[in-house]
T-cell receptor, first 111, second 115 residues
Framework: SQELEQSPQSLIVQEGKNLTINCTSSKTLYGLYWYKQKYGEGLIFLMMLQKGGEEKSHEKITAKLDEKKQQSSLHITASQPSHAGIYLCGADKPGNTPLVFGKGTRLSVIA | DADVTQTPRNRITKTGKRIMLECSQTKGHDRMYWYRQDPGLGLRLIYYSFDVKDINKGEISDGYSVSRQAQAKFSLSLESAIPNQTALYFC??????????????FGSGTRLTVV
């Protein structure tokens, strides 16, 4: 079965610093989704990537799917306290089956 | 109103009690899902339904049951709650035809504590 490994598990950065979160799949990615969750709340959709080499940006958050389509990275530029939360990646699997999710990366941004 | 509404938002129940978590949506999506989230374990799929007549078990369905009462409603039941079912429960919807690049729309979650 497909598994998604996220790294790091948790991250503490100083406000204004850049950071990267990775999501690595055990199998080829057909569609990769990034979500953000504020602590104890629901998940908010950020971006979806499908094509190898694809890169998308939303405000100061950029996500990329590597050429081999087995890893995605999420990069935050000039982090702010509003970026704090849990970031989860989710992946489409072949066939008509639900998304599988990584375990999440907990981001804290300190002043 | 939220696109996906979960009730209750918080619930404390005793071991052995039956409890139902409800989910309703205004997205018009056919597909609905129940996940639970535990610290360090991420989101794990309990049950999912691709239309009103379709119910499928996920990876951790033991101890749970679901009912798809209508396209817009998908409820999750714990027949006899136990403490290790204490978790944050999420309902989600999707429509790969109408919203192919949006993935899932999640509710705000139900925090369930079994004592």
């Amino acid at each position: 079965s497909q598994e998604l490994e996220q790294s790091p598990q948790s991250l503490i950065v100083q406000e204004g610093k850049n950071l990267t979160i990775n999501c690595t799949s055990s199998k080829t990615l057909y569609g990769l989704y990034w979500y953000k969750q504020k602590y104890g709340e629901g998940l908010i959709f950020l971006m979806m990537l499908q094509k190898g080499g694809e890169e998308k940006s939303h405000e100061k958050i950029t996500a990329k799917l590597d050429e081999k389509k087995q890893q995605s990275s999420l990069h935050i530029t000039a982090s702010q306290p509003s970026h704090a939360g849990i970031y989860l990646c989710g992946a489409d699997k072949p066939g008509n089956t639900p998304l599988v999710f990584g375990k999440g990366t907990r981001l804290s941004v300190i002043a | 109103d939220a696109d996906v509404t979960q009730t209750p938002r918080n619930r404390i129940t005793k071991t052995g009690k039956r409890i139902m978590l409800e989910c309703s949506q205004t997205k018009g999506h056919d597909r609905m899902y129940w996940y639970r989230q535990d610290p360090g374990l991420g989101l794990r799929l309990i049950y999912y339904s691709f239309d009103v007549k379709d119910i499928n078990k996920g990876e951790i369905s033991d101890g749970y049951s679901v009912s798809r009462q209508a396209q817009a409603k998908f409820s999750l039941s714990l027949e006899s709650a136990i403490p290790n079912q204490t978790a944050l429960y999420f309902c989600a919807t999707s429509d790969p035809i109408r919203d192919p690049t949006y993935g899932y729309t999640f509710g705000s979650g139900t925090r369930l504590t079994v004592v």
